[in-house]
């Protein structure tokens, strides 16, 4: 069975940090492409960063220079490190993950709350 368990979201005042982690289990997880996705109310999931299974990395430039997407394969999580965090940031954060060929799989998602 495939899990992927994201955690570490919360509440944060604008300019502050935080990591986000997702913990994968059932899968081969260094052949996955790994992303993070966010969903604030009311608008349509998008893309905020990316890690393939080569390192590469590419961020959506609302996040450029503020966010760091990373993997472990020895411990088959993804992080996201948020930092200057602003209200906009508001949104459920999902981790996802891709195969060069097959089926992708989603976390639950764990929230973060931008707000002084």
């Known amino acids: 069975q495939v899990q992927l368990v994201e955690s570490g979201g919360g509440l944060v005042q604008p300019g502050g940090s935080l990591r986000l982690s997702c913990a994968a289990s059932g899968i081969i997880f260094s052949a996955y492409a790994m992303d993070w996705y966010r969903q604030a109310p009311g608008k349509q999931r998008e893309l905020v960063a990316t890690?393939?299974?080569?390192?590469?990395?590419n961020y959506a430039d609302s996040v450029k220079g503020r966010f760091t997407i990373s993997r472990d394969n020895t411990k088959n999580t993804v992080y996201l490190q948020m930092t200057n965090l602003k209200p906009e940031d508001t949104a459920v954060y999902y981790c996802?993950?891709?195969?060069?060929?097959?089926?992708?799989?989603w976390g639950k998602g764990t929230p973060v709350t931008v707000s002084s």
């Open positions: 996802r993950a891709s195969p060069y060929t097959g089926i992708t799989y």
């Open positions: 890690i393939t299974t080569g390192g590469s990395t």
